[in-house]
Every structure is written in C-alpha cells, then in structure tokens.
RNA sequence: GCAGAGGUGGCCCAGCCUGGUUACGGCGAGAGGUUGCUAACCUCUUGGGGGAAACCCCACGGGAGUUCAAAUCUCCCCCUCUGCGCCA
C-alpha cells in the first residue's frame, strides 16, 4: 500500500500519478480516502483530549482517595468521559476499516518508464532473442503428444480432481523436477537461498502480500481454518518478514522459492483441460529480493537476466515486454513480462513475470532497515521475478523441442538431471495401457471430456 | 490431541497473587561529554500514532469484557517450551 504521510502531503503529485491508469475508480478511491482521513484525524485528536481528561481524573481520584477524602463529586465527572469516548472511538473503527479498506485497493504508483497504453496489446517489446523456429511438420499440441507418449494423464485426474488438473507421469514428472533443479542451481550460483515455504499461509500475513480481489478469485481458503493454500512462492517469502527490520549489512536478501502453487483461475476463459497452459496447480521457483531503496533499479535488471538466462540455457526464442499502464496490477511500479515461444501457435506467451513493487508490499508488510547513517528506519524495496513455473514451460518445451516422429527432444542442460535421457518418446514394446476402474465411484462422471 | 509452564521495549528479565503517579533492572546499538588511547566512566536517545509546536494519546502475544482507572481481574483466540499420545 502507499505511504498515507505521502498521500497527506502530496495528494496532487499521487492523485496524478493515479490517473495514468486511466480508473475513474481509483481516483474516486483516493479522494474518499483523503476527505476520511480528514476526519480520522479530527476525532482522534478529540478522542485523544478526552482520554488525557480521563487520565488526569482517574489519578487525582487515587490521590484524593489516599487522603482519605470523599471522591463521589470526581467520580461522577469521570464517568461521563467513557461512554462519549465509546461512542467517537466506534466511528473511528468504522473509519480505519473503510481507509484501510481503501488503501489496500489504491494501487501503486507508476514508475514514469511505464509507457501508456490501454492494455496488453500496447506493452512494448524491450528485446527478443533467439529465431522462432519454423517447423517442417504440424507441431501438436502439447497436452495431446504428452498423452501420446503416456506421460500425462488428464481424464482420471479431471475425474478424481476436477478440471485444470492432471497427472505427469514418468519421464515428464522427471523433467518437471529437472527443470526445477536448473532454475534453482543457477540462482544458487548467483547468491540466492533456496527456500522450501509453507504451503498455506493465515489470512492476516496473506493481506500483507496480495490485492484484495485474489482471496476471492486466486486463493484456496482451508475450510474451518483462517488459511489459505499460497498461490506462488512470492507470498510466504514476503511474508516472513512481516514486521521485521533489517539491519543494513543484512541486505539485499535474495531468495529463491520453491513451491507447489495452487489458483482458482475463477473468472479466467480457457482452463486448459487437456494441457499445462493454465492449471490450478503448478511447481515454481520464484526469485524474490528485499533491497535498499537505491539498489532496487539494479536488481531489477538482474533478476530479469537471471530468467532470460534461463530461456537461452533451454534454447527457447523469447522475447521481453514492457507493460503499459493499462495492464498493470495493482502492486508493482514497473514489470516486465518474459513471453516464450509458440511454434504451433506462431506467437509469443507469457512465461514469467518480473516486477519492481518499491516499497509498496514493503509499506503492508512493515518491512524496514535501520540506515546506519541517520539511524532511522526506512522502508525496503521488495522484487521478484518468476525464474520458471513448471507447468507453463512444459508446454513450451513440448512444442519447441518436438520432432516430426513425435518425440521430445531434451534440451542439452538438462540431461544430467534427466539421468542422461535426451529424448523422451514412447517405448517401443509397450503400449499406454490407460488406467480403468472397475466400477464407477462417480456415477454419471465417467468423463467430462466430449470431444 | 491431553496436561503443565510461559509470551513484557532490538535482546534478556522484574512487576501480575493484593488494579492506581513515570513498566524495574541488565545487555546491545546510536548521539554527545570527559580523558595523554579504539579502554574505562558520565549524560541522553533507542515501539506506534496525532500535532507547526508545546504536548497528548496508544502499546506488556491478539481480541472482547469489568472499572473512574487494567501488564495486573474475567472470557475467547493465537503462538512457544516441557512431558505424554499420535505420526511420514
């Protein structure tokens, strides 16, 4: 969230900076919340007197009581301060909720190299590399070769799980896991920590990490319980700092998560039933990085070549875009999406995210670090970028790394982890026998799929 | 899951039974002072908020309650430690 001392004393430069965006809502938003804070501060100010009153009776009934005198006169004084305090103190609870409330939703100010832009088909390609490869063959798709070749499984895991998820099976299950250990030997190499967080994570450390919207839309919630199954490593990271205070030589911090991530997707077109695109579960590491202030811009720029660096290991043609302001989130000031290559689509696909929050999840959190010089606590940076999500890049390997026979070629830095296989294909002897159950536990589900 | 003991400032700890001016003391850190030394010593500062300031308010794990007044009494919740139980 912003800094509401910013807010008080520059509403004209924020309120400015809100209306690139282009969201009558967001400034409607801030001005409520200007004018409530107005009054916020008034009736604490009052409420503050009467307590001060209150505090000053209450000590002179003590001391008129050591005297041995009567106290009836201060005691009915007193009393009448209470209920009136009650009273301002209810308004100034339904304020805080309401700021808070508002606060919570005022997105992020801008960095100014954010170009404008309506929406996703105005981000500006920043780079490319690699040359899109033009297959001689049809390239399938990918869920349906992963089938072929028995690696996945998605009919049994819709029946038994739902839609948008699946099952990997042998060779590919050992690639998703290859996959995870290149991302994170390189971020290692780089100085990062490897960090396995919990899974779920309570309601109030949630807050600290995400926009409202997404306890309704993205997150899993534990029934009976106050928690939520996180939806990417990015969130426990941060909020394990909650409330803390680095000393200055503890910075920067460079994490690199890994974990299962788990999202509704409620409200997204196209839950990829037979495929990885879009799933409600995925494996991810996750770069995360608190910083100085000045330092952010910097690692910014790492993190980002952490992950092209990972796509040019892969052999994969990417390109980089940066996102305008219509298709920004709320939290972070300036993002850059890293997009893969489709050869059987022809275009280029989100792959990973890489964003500069500023001190914006820092501000929610209360992150801070003692500057050494003035002796006063700041507010950190907070930075994080996607160094592979699993699932997403399945896909794009399939299709890149697929031959005409039909089998998938494993990339070259990835064999010591695939225990030297380098392609992945159907054994010859055998044929995918599909698992069947012998009754029907759920009737009249026998399969979603009608194709 | 059961039983017991706990949670107090950046860290350690007293206060709680028996409610009452300013939450005791120590350590660490920062600023200043003194001194033939970077040692020792002395003073101040070291949670959050409001206010231009003087100053005021809040904060003893979180929340609610009783009271003129709550670290202290009551209730609910969270967490830690020890023992027992269960468990990959």
Redo the contacts with the bound molecule.
């Keep these: 969230m912003l800094d ?2 910013l807010i ?1 004393e520059k509403p004209d430069v924020v309120r400015s900076n809100l209306s690139r965006r282009q969201d009558d809502q967001i400034l409607e938003w801030f001005d409520e919340l200007i004018q409530k804070d107005v009054e916020w ?1 008034q009736l ?2 009052e ?3 009467l ?2 009153k ?6 002179q ?3 008129v ?1 050591k005297e041995g005198k009567p ?1 009836d006169d201060l ?1 009915k004084e ?2 009448a ?2 209920e009136k305090i009650k009273q301002n103190d209810v308004r100034i ?1 339904e304020l805080e909720t309401r700021n808070r409330w508002l606060l919570l939703r005022i997105p992020n100010l801008l960095d100014p190299a954010v170009p404008y832009g309506k929406d996703s088909s105005e981000n500006v390609p920043a780079k490319t590399w690699g040359k899109p490869p033009k297959p001689s063959f049809e390239v399938i798709h990918h869920g349906e070769l992963a089938k072929r070749l028995g690696v996945a499984d998605f009919e049994n895991a819709v029946s038994v799980a739902g839609s948008g998820f699946f099952y990997l099976l042998g060779d590919l299950a050992l690639l998703d896991m290859a996959l995870q250990r290149l991302a994170i030997d390189m971020l290692i190499k780089k100085g990062f920590v490897l960090v396995q967080p919990p899974y779920l994570l309570k309601r109030e450390a949630y807050e600290t990490m995400v926009s409202l919207s997404d306890f309704e839309e993205v997150m899993y919630k534990i029934e009976g319980s106050d928690q939520y199954l996180i939806a990417t490593a990015e969130h426990p990271l941060g909020a394990r700092f909650l409330n803390h ?1 680095f000393s200055e030589d503890d910075l920067p911090q460079k994490f690199a998560g890994v974990s299962a991530c788990f999202r509704k997707e409620i409200g997204k077109h196209g839950l990829d039933e037979r495929g990885f695109f879009r799933v409600h579960q995925f494996n991810k590491v996750e770069q995360f990085v608190f910083c100085k202030p000045a330092d952010s811009p910097v690692f910014f720029e790492a993190i980002r070549k952490n992950s092209e660096e990972l796509l040019e290991a892969l052999e994969i043609p990417y390109r980089t875009v940066l996102i305008c302001t219509g298709d920004m989130g709320v939290i972070a000031s300036k993002k850059f999406d890293i997009e893969g290559w489709s050869p059987r689509e022809g275009k280029y696909f989100e792959l990973m995210s890489c964003s500069n929050c500023g001190d914006y999840q820092a501000h929610r959190l209360n992150a801070k670090f ?1 500057n ?1 010089k003035t ?1 006063e ?1 700041e507010f950190v940076h907070t930075l994080n970028n996607t160094m592979i999500a699993t699932t997403r890049f399945l896909r794009c390997l399939i299709e890149n790394c697929q031959t005409k026979d039909g089998t998938i070629r494993v990339p070259k830095v990835l064999w010591k982890y695939m225990n030297n296989k380098k392609e992945i294909s159907l054994p010859k002897a055998k044929a995918v026998k599909p698992v069947s159950r012998a009754s029907k536990p759920f009737a009249g589900k026998k399969s979603i799929h009608k194709r």
Excluded at 54 to 59: D, F, V
């Design positions: 509401i001392h008080r501060r604490k100010s409420n503050d007197f307590r001060s209150r505090n000053t009776i209450s000590q009934i003590n001391q009581k106290v005691l007193a009393k301060l209470p609870a205070t003692l050494a002796n606590k």
